[in-house]
């Protein structure tokens, strides 16, 4: 049976629920999981595409096809039946098969490497960037001109036609630099999205045209003492801080080291941070400190404790990377 035929026969039953949620969507932009689900009439193609085993193609559309349900009413399940439009929202094999059919995605944007009259956001010109994505957040660059901003748009629209994804439009926007109010005008019709401002967070961390300033890195020292508070309570061993200081606080800022250059003035507050919980417990910077931070840092062969020197181990990720 499909879709269309079950809500026409059960429609006396649903009819109430549905109605809810269509009113809850209007309001809140958010669909129920239950009857929010995405067509994967792109994953055959692109798995082909990709050169994926046979044997492997087959496995995934075996698991999509098998899929079905059983309603349980009044505390008993109904017989399965068959699901015709696949895989519903929330199923464990879904966030992988998103990530083969945004695959078709990242090969459409790159087509653009192979057209000469295409021009890259001056940035991204020497790399050929046209996109960088992480899952489902995606980055678009492209020359402050309408010609080439059309172009993206007309690789999303048939993005949306082959797989019916597309962007959220309360969650998108558009950040300019160098053109005109006519262009941004135009550009915000094209695409249809709100006008962004930098700075702005991607993954975690602050985008900006900028040297970064103290209220840009106080999310960092924020996170180090929310840590440190929610361990005060505990009573633990100097050994037992240590092992926590080591692992979690590092881990903490590992990500930030391999992206930025922290200022000295803010590695030196996280030590402190650190120094004072191990030696007195608490979230609250103290001078009480039986040795100094970087004698603790050492090896322990040479007397030490071995923890991590952050401003070090900034400069060899940050070197890494870059």
């Given at each position: ?57 087959d496995w995934v559309l075996t698991c999509v096809k098998i899929v079905s349900y059983s309603i349980v009413v009044n505390r008993e399940p109904s017989v399965p039946f068959p699901a015709a439009k696949g895989l519903r929202q929330g199923d464990p094999i879904s966030y992988f098969l998103f990530a083969i059919v945004m695959k078709y995605l990242s090969r459409s944007l790159k087509g653009f490497q192979k057209d000469k009259e295409y021009k890259y956001h001056h940035r991204c010109s020497k790399l ?195």
């Amino acid at each position: 049976m499909d879709i269309s035929r079950f809500f026409k026969r059960a429609w006396s039953m649903i009819k109430s629920d549905v109605v809810r949620a269509i009113k809850d969507f209007f309001t809140t932009g958010k669909l129920y999981k239950a009857i929010n689900c995405t067509a994967i009439t792109l994953l055959p193609k692109v798995m082909i595409e990709l050169r994926f085993p046979r044997r492997f193609q087959d496995w995934v559309l075996t698991c999509v096809k098998i899929v079905s349900y059983s309603i349980v009413v009044n505390r008993e399940p109904s017989v399965p039946f068959p699901a015709a439009k696949g895989l519903r929202q929330g199923d464990p094999i879904s966030y992988f098969l998103f990530a083969i059919v945004m695959k078709y995605l990242s090969r459409s944007l790159k087509g653009f490497q192979k057209d000469k009259e295409y021009k890259y956001h001056h940035r991204c010109s020497k790399l050929g960037i046209t996109h960088l994505s992480f899952a489902d957040d995606l980055l678009l660059f492209a020359r402050g001109d309408i010609p080439y901003v059309t172009q993206l748009q007309q690789c999303l629209n048939q993005f949306y036609r082959a797989s019916r994804l597309q962007a959220n439009q309360t969650k998108s926007f558009i950040y300019y630099g160098g053109v005109t109010q006519v262009v941004k005008d135009e550009m915000q019709q094209i695409f249809g999205y709100s006008r962004g401002e930098l700075p702005v967070k991607y993954l975690g961390v602050p985008l900006s045209t900028k040297k970064m300033s103290f209220a840009q890195w106080q999310p960092l020292i924020e996170k180090t003492v929310a840590r440190i508070s929610s361990w005060t309570a505990k009573k633990l061993s100097y050994a037992g801080k240590i092992q926590l200081v080591q692992s979690v606080m590092f881990g903490i800022q590992a990500y930030w080291s391999q992206l930025f250059l922290i200022p000295s003035k803010f590695i030196k507050i996280i030590e402190a941070y650190c120094r004072s919980y191990v030696w007195s417990g608490y979230n609250v910077i103290t001078r009480r400190s039986l040795v100094t931070w970087e004698k603790m840092c050492t090896p322990m062969s040479a007397g030490g404790l071995n923890l991590i020197n952050l401003k070090l181990w900034n400069m060899a990720a940050a070197a890494k990377n870059h």
